[in-house]
């Protein structure tokens, strides 16, 4: 059945493998009248492409976008906006010998019992170039956030053990290391941990946290539609991602209710805030107006030029050697997927959001009607 | 825009709020011959119902539950079914005053934000009551489950600092308790450490578990759909749920592609298994025939005896005390929740999964071609 | 797989069988603030209420809509409306050799082919008495169009061979007839035609027309979601609809561009009108601001009192004679449920069509920031 | 909101406008293991090119479709199925004035109305050929339907005041004439028509009928997404279709009962079968084994060479005179079109029936457990 498709107001519809033609993505439902052009999604794409950093395969690949669709004298038509990003550099010889096996943390094994057989040249579907859709409509999702003076800011917030806290961190220092970790000395602890697992043939995980800045309050559809709820989809359905947290997430299990509950209060302003942020941005599932915090919880690699113990497709136990350089961390080019996610679900709620009130709607048609 | 419609083909639709006439749910997408009668939901409804033990709330309901439509002569038809809960037992009076000011941890803010008023009687909506549609749906899903062979079991792992591991436990433990917890002596400690906590007018957190046996192998629909995220997001829409992990969660963040990978081997019976289940029997978006396994961490009661300091409707700081006796935990009648919330999610993808293959299909409507 | 289910941002899901406990909707999706009481949804139930008239079937059912939930101090709050009409006066016993057979016209067959057997009672879930959920939804729809100046008006444009012209007709005169034809000496006639038909033992058909004014241009959703095609799908899911046009209909396929096409033009107050409406006030598969003009096609009813041919469970053709008295004609009472799936329809489509453009986007959460 | 996504099970999202890079769909949910290459998919492209006669503009584009992704070695992987079309071919200043005014019969006017301004270079994305993807999607769901046994077959029923009897063609007549008429003598008769009109520079409609053989009873999702509801959706998406008829139609509204319903009866093979047709193989929503029987009206081509009048963007109004040749009659291209958008529903439907029985789906997973 249909899982390629993302989006109640704001849908997305994916395509493309690893070694296919290239990826794309069809964005039906953007607005009508919003600025845009192809140097705003390749932005974006650079920031997810292959072959800029030690840490990322070699792999020189343009990731050229081009706009199919929906787009006319610079702006969007509100019709649909078709994206194209053609493969290039792809050498399906590399993988002949891994259609016969299933290799450990990869989904070879989960696709030939669903579908009954895989494109196996580079994971097909289930590569992580699958992320280039994503980030693609990601780009066009923020453009429109930025219209509403609203941020997604995703950063790596640890790489095995380093660990780094947002409030010592200067965001933009995130663009200024291949980590995008905003605290430049921590970056470099985590470089060397890098590069000494990477030197025994092995890979490692971490953390990203992203913060939405400007939401405005009231956003997010009770009771399965919360807003937390989709964010934990969202960010889970990256491959890789093995936990979501919102505000402070498992710590609050050992919390008593009077500290981790947060006061409201009004400011000098009057202005109504709350005085702590352990909620994370989001109450009974609507964003109660503060920073909206989360965190993916990104798993090592799974290809490792280590030797692993598998098994083939003539029922045999082997062992297996990943050939081909990988990247030893996935956490760094996720980020800005972590940040397309969570700004493509933002958008589709803030549209959700616009038919909540019957005063508002009834206003709404008077402005404009004729 | 609607929001309390969850599921594709397995679709529930629930209302209800604390104070209004009751609570109900309509399941559009049960297949028709299952057997059903209200016996089966309520014993499902009885692992939420307050009252039952010193940790729960005095009230004594009943919640009893009444199937409107569906079930004709002891099965299902294939028609929707609604069930409701008729409320009882409801004071609004002890409400009158939360009227007037927003409870921290609470949805009251955020509602008034999204839709301009709220019902303030018992929280309206974002009561923790609305969980019994959740429930009575997700009776009819694990009757679906049972006949498939798939169980699921959910545990209170941990309660504050008090945590067991699910290898130590004897899942028959969990229904000895008033916690849900399946290891009787961690359980007593537990209790000991709620009622300190309550002595303080405080409340405490924790983590339920929840494992899934008896899947098949390809259940998921990538890249969105996918199994994990559809969980993620089933489970943290959840009130007072914080933070969802699959497998070995946040934990993998911390190792190594060589520690976190599960290999892959045939057993005696040359049957394929994973040697280990970091992954928490999900591999690429998609199940790999091995258990099941999440986490969902959750918030300590927000309504607390303490005096809290928040702001009113009139622009004032105020200090507030909550009156009235609360759930000093929500963990154990949360456990319930989070199975039917699995059960209902697992359900849906079993139905989508069944149009994967082209064989698969044809095979299908031969076989029932009058 | 889930079929109870209707519209995307304002979302119904129904209930019920003829000779079960009663039916019901729920509505998901509508916004707070709008003014509800059970007397508005009666009104509109009353028009589709049997025993009203020598032409519908005398059990007289209260057919007594209760709200139960979603509305507080009588206005709705924005989550889900839960309406209940509990059946009465059902008697079970008549049906019990309906089991046995198909009765030609009817879904017997189709259902136990589709669930493996069915509730036979009243015909189940296919009884002409499901759409009182549909219209105690309507009922809602049409006092949110109310609020935007609104209006859709349904009525009998033909019964048998007695057609009506609208220009010729007076809106008031529908309600003065039990055949809502607000042509009075056409109803008469109509009248005697039912009657003839009646006492052979036969039913009729006709034509229902729904004309909608004050509709706001460019509401739709190009290319599959467009606005006729919406209505088509709301109006033919009606049972006993056969057809659907829009504007001339089938009339077109014998005419030429020239006739065919309507004139835009600038009228003396400088407003853009169409000149003709061949069109039915649809452009392209959007509202173009003039009146929306759709027709049904209602058969005639399938339940007659005249000996039928037909097959039994047992492969046998056996002859039946229906007992009972059936109404000798569905269309004045299915035309408000004309109106309602066409209001329901609408309020859908007004709601989608508030993203079209980024800038009334930005206008809108302009105004609403805090 | 989006609106170029259709189906549930079986999905397809649609982009493209007539002047921009070209035509795409991308069909999400096509199972795995269906042999699938252009070629197949040509052949349909190939019947709604236009350029193949008299009828139909001159303009030789090649629409040569490009699979971009979802085939492996030759059969479809089960994953997204991107299709392309590139534009050639396309002369935009031929459209230069167009952008002023609102061409009668066209979307000009109720675009701009919805998103404010609009891509006028040759309608846009309310072009005709917007119908390319549609037709792409309907060769693969063909494919599906072949498997299965199933026939979609359409055919001009009339143009203008020739009409034709299903009983008295032969099928394989269809393709060959420019007219899709499977009455070689009635097309001829037609084509005069035809042609007598274009020398007027006027232009005709027509009906086309399509007929479903094969369809296994019990196909369809009551109550709103009943399975002729869902077909009158499919077809009245079509641009230029006003109205649409399932079996006998809008003639079934000047029946009586008795002559109306079709009597079940068994055959000499005791199989069941109904000994008429007038239900249009359709019952309750759902299939009845018997032929699904459907027509669809189609307006004259709203292009024509004749002056009109109407009105422009600076509040005049004007006559016009539209340049450039256009087909005189849409309706046969739109054969295949009308065939396609069946084919995708009854895809999307016979996926959905899967799910219908309990007793099958355990049977479904008993087969296919590891």
Chains 1, 2, 3, 4 share one sequence.
Not at 312 to 328: A, S, Y
Not at 338 to 344: P, R, T
């Amino acid at each position: 059945m249909s899982g390629s498709i993302y989006g109640k107001c704001f849908t997305i519809s994916t395509w493309g493998e690893s070694h296919g033609e290239g990826y794309g993505v069809v964005i039906d439902g953007c607005p009508a009248g919003l600025p845009l052009d192809e140097s705003q999604i390749q932005a974006y794409l650079k920031r997810r492409k292959p072959g800029q950093s030690k840490f990322s395969t070699p792999r020189k690949e343009e990731d050229k976008v081009r706009i199919l669709s929906g787009v006319f004298e610079g702006k969007t038509t509100g019709t649909p906006i078709s994206l194209i990003v053609f493969n290039e550099n792809q050498r399906s010889s590399d993988y002949s010998d891994i259609a016969s096996y299933y290799r450990p943390g990869h989904a070879d094994y989960t696709y030939d019992m669903k579908y009954g057989f895989r494109d196996y040249r580079g994971g097909g579907r289930s590569s992580g170039r699958e992320t280039i859709s994503r980030v693609a409509a990601g780009a066009i999702a923020s453009a429109i956030l930025k219209e509403l003076g609203i941020t997604v800011y995703a950063y790596t917030k640890s790489i095995g053990p380093v660990t780094i806290e947002y409030q010592k961190c200067r965001k933009e220092f995130s663009m200024q290391n291949p980590l995008y970790m905003p605290d430049l000395e921590a970056a470099k602890k985590a470089e060397e941990y890098i590069m000494e697992k990477q030197a025994e043939n092995d890979s490692v995980g971490g953390v990203i946290e992203c913060i939405v800045t400007g939401m405005p309050p009231g956003i997010g559809e009770p009771v399965f539609d919360k807003l937390d709820a989709a964010l934990a989809k969202a960010v889970m359905s990256i491959g890789a991602v093995k936990g979501v947290e919102i505000g402070d997430g498992f710590q609050v299990t050992t919390r008593t209710g009077s500290e981790n509950n947060d006061p409201f209060a009004y400011d000098q302003n009057k202005r109504l805030i709350k005085l702590t942020n352990h909620a994370g941005g989001i109450l009974g599932g609507l964003s109660d107006g503060s920073e909206i915090i989360l965190r993916a919880a990104i798993k090592p690699t799974a290809s490792i030029g280590r030797p692993q113990r598998t098994a083939n497709k003539n029922n045999e136990n082997i062992e297996i050697q990943i050939v081909g350089r990988h990247d030893p961390i996935i956490v760094p080019r996720a980020v800005v997927v972590v940040e397309s996610m969570v700004a493509i679900t933002l958008v589709d709620f803030l549209f959700q959001g616009m038919t909540a009130r019957m005063d508002r709607i009834k206003e709404f048609y008077n402005l404009y009607k004729q």
